[in-house]
């Protein structure tokens, strides 16, 4: 039973992309009225087609989707969700690396966001 739970566990970033997976070591939080930095992972890859991202927190993971023609850049339509399933319409937008006040212009240490356009979901990354 464990070694099936492993084998599930280790095949989820996989399961998302089609290319090459690239882990890396960051910081994440979720916008809300306390806005947590905490350390995180984030894994990325992508189809060929759609740039795919998870960010694994330590109480939950958030997925993130968009096209490879605008990505990382403001106002890129985007899906954002807590699994593959659950993805719904987002906005990509960058957010200050010290103030995390919204910026339109993306400098080295900033945040990297997704915010639902429907819904509540609205998360920050960056790599360390």
């Not at 070591?25 to 890859?45: L, T």
């Not at 490879?68 to 954002?80: F, M, T, V």
């Given at each position: 039973?464990k070694?099936?739970?492993?084998?599930?566990l280790?095949?989820?970033?996989?399961?998302?992309?089609?290319?090459?997976i690239?882990?890396?070591?960051?910081q994440?939080?979720?916008?809300?009225?306390?806005?947590?930095?905490?350390?995180?992972?984030?894994?990325?890859?992508?189809?060929?087609?759609?740039?795919?991202?998870?960010?694994k927190?330590?109480?939950?993971?958030?997925?993130?989707?968009n096209?490879?023609?605008?990505?990382?850049?403001?106002?890129?339509?985007?899906?954002?969700?807590?699994?593959?399933?659950?993805?719904?319409?987002?906005?990509?937008?960058?957010?200050?690396?010290?103030?995390?006040?919204i910026?339109?212009?993306?400098?080295?240490?900033?945040?990297?966001c997704?915010?639902?356009?429907?819904?509540?979901?609205?998360?920050?990354?960056?790599?360390?």
């Amino acid at each position: 039973m464990k070694k099936v739970l492993l084998g599930m566990l280790l095949s989820l970033p996989v399961s998302v992309f089609a290319n090459e997976i690239m882990q890396f070591e960051g910081q994440c939080f979720v916008v809300d009225q306390a806005s947590k930095v905490e350390k995180c992972s984030i894994f990325m890859g992508n189809d060929g087609k759609n740039a795919m991202s998870v960010l694994k927190m330590a109480k939950a993971a958030y997925y993130t989707e968009n096209s490879l023609d605008c990505a990382g850049q403001p106002g890129c339509k985007s899906r954002l969700g807590t699994s593959e399933s659950t993805l719904q319409s987002a906005k990509y937008y960058i957010r200050d690396g010290k103030t995390k006040q919204i910026t339109t212009t993306a400098k080295e240490n900033d945040w990297g966001c997704f915010k639902q356009t429907e819904g509540k979901l609205d998360v920050c990354g960056r790599v360390q």
